[in-house]
C-alpha cells in the first residue's frame, strides 16, 4: 500500500488560485469516486473539506473545490485568504477494500 | 454536538500490548462505520483500520493487519483497538474518526468528525 502522491508544497499569494494534486492508481483514485480532501493546521486535527470528489460538507468555503480526471484528483482554493495556509491531505477508497491518504501538501500563503 | 474521545496512549516497549478506547456522543453510533487514523510525529496521516456499524465488516492497513483488532461496542458507543506485538514505527497520535455517512467498510465518504488523538509511544 503506497500513498497516494502530492507534491509536498505549493505556494500562492492572497487572492490568487492553487491547485494541488493527487495521483493515485487504478485501483484506488481512478476507480472509485471516494475521494477526500483533508485540511491540517498544526497542532490540529485534520478538517474534511471535500468528499466524493467533489462535495463540500456545509460549512465549508465555496471558494475550495475539487475534481477528478483518470488517476489524478486535484483540489482547488480560490481567493487564496492567510488562513488557508496549512497541510492538505488527499485520501482514497481502494479496491482492497482499505483507504489511503497523501503523503500530505503544505500551502504557504506569501 | 458531536465528540469523539480517545483514551489509552501511553509509553510501551516495543513487543508490547496497548487497548485504545475512543468515547463517542452526539450521534446515532451504531448507524456508522468508524475508522483510526494514525500520525507519526511530523509526519503524514496513515489510515489504520475501519470497521462497519455491525462488526461485521473489517478493514486493516497492510502495517498493521496480524497485530491491531478494530472492535465496538455500540451499547457503550465506544470504539476500540487493541495493538499487540507493538513496534517502534507505531509510534504515533492516534485519532478516532467517524465517516460522514457510511454505515459499511465498503464505501468512503469522508471523515466528518475527529477526536483529539491519543498518543502512542513505542520506546525501549
Known amino acids: 500500500q503506497s500513498a497516494l502522491t502530492q507534491p509536498a508544497s505549493v505556494s500562492g499569494s492572497p487572492g490568487q488560485s492553487i491547485t494541488i494534486s493527487c495521483t493515485g492508481t487504478?485501483?484506488?483514485?481512478?476507480?472509485?469516486?471516494?475521494v477526500s480532501w483533508y485540511q491540517q493546521h498544526p497542532g490540529k486535527a485534520p478538517k474534511l473539506m471535500i468528499y466524493?470528489?467533489?462535495n463540500r460538507p456545509s460549512g465549508v468555503s465555496n471558494r475550495f473545490s475539487g475534481s477528478k480526471s483518470g488517476n489524478t484528483a486535484s483540489l482547488t482554493i480560490s481567493g487564496l485568504q492567510a488562513e488557508d495556509e496549512a497541510e492538505y491531505y488527499c485520501?482514497?477508497?481502494?479496491?482492497?477494500?482499505?483507504?489511503?491518504f497523501g503523503g500530505g501538501t503544505k500551502l504557504t500563503v506569501l | 454536538e458531536v465528540q469523539l474521545v480517545e483514551s489509552g496512549g501511553g509509553l510501551v516497549q516495543p513487543g508490547m500490548s496497548l487497548r485504545l478506547s475512543c468515547a463517542a456522543s452526539?450521534?446515532?453510533?451504531?448507524?456508522?462505520?468508524m475508522h483510526w487514523v494514525r500520525q507519526a510525529p511530523g509526519k503524514g496521516l496513515e489510515w489504520v483500520s475501519g470497521l462497519s456499524w455491525n462488526s461485521g465488516g473489517t478493514a486493516y492497513a497492510d502495517s498493521v493487519k496480524g497485530r491491531f483488532t478494530i472492535s465496538r461496542d455500540n451499547a457503550k458507543n465506544s470504539l476500540y483497538l487493541q495493538m499487540n506485538s507493538l513496534r517502534v514505527e507505531d509510534t504515533a497520535l492516534y485519532y478516532c474518526?467517524?465517516?460522514?455517512?457510511?454505515?459499511?467498510?465498503?464505501?468512503?465518504?469522508?471523515?466528518?468528525?475527529w477526536g483529539q488523538g491519543t498518543l502512542v509511544t513505542v520506546s525501549a
Open positions: 487504478s485501483s484506488d483514485v481512478g476507480a472509485y469516486n471516494y
Open positions: 474518526v467517524k465517516d460522514g455517512e457510511c454505515s459499511r467498510t465498503n464505501c468512503y465518504k469522508g471523515f466528518d468528525y
Open positions: 466524493d470528489v467533489s
Open positions: 485520501s482514497s477508497y481502494t479496491s482492497s477494500v482499505s483507504l489511503m
Open positions: 452526539g450521534f446515532t453510533f451504531d448507524d456508522y462505520a
